[in-house]
């Protein structure tokens, strides 16, 4: 199996979350993307914070994996962007479009 991975990426905006997606698909860091919106409860500088958050599901290759966090951290507004990598499996169809869509 290569190295297929599921990349988390939070962000604070419907804007955010689709300009992080743009960028990454145009830079062929990531094949494509789904982005959910939800209600968010996490600590921060001492306090809970509740916000609604947008989440980038991205999916990619680990070779890929400082490129995306250098590139997110570019653009990304919060002090702490979660930037999360989950190595995957799937179906030979899906594995290939992936495989094909990164560089």
């Not at 290569?2 to 997606?21: G, P, Y």
Request: overall charge positive.
């Amino acid at each position: 199996m290569k190295d297929f991975c599921q990349v988390l990426i939070s962000a604070t905006s419907r804007k955010e979350a689709n300009n992080l997606s743009d960028m990454l698909v145009r830079e062929k860091l990531i094949a494509g993307s789904l982005i959910k919106k939800g209600p968010s409860r996490y600590w921060w500088k001492g306090k809970i914070v509740e916000k609604d958050y947008y989440n980038v599901e991205a999916f990619s290759r680990m070779k890929h994996k400082q490129r995306i966090i250098n590139e997110v951290k570019k653009i990304h507004s919060d002090e702490c962007p979660i930037i999360a990598f989950f190595k995957m499996d799937g179906n030979k169809e899906f594995l290939k479009w992936i495989e094909e869509s990164v560089e």
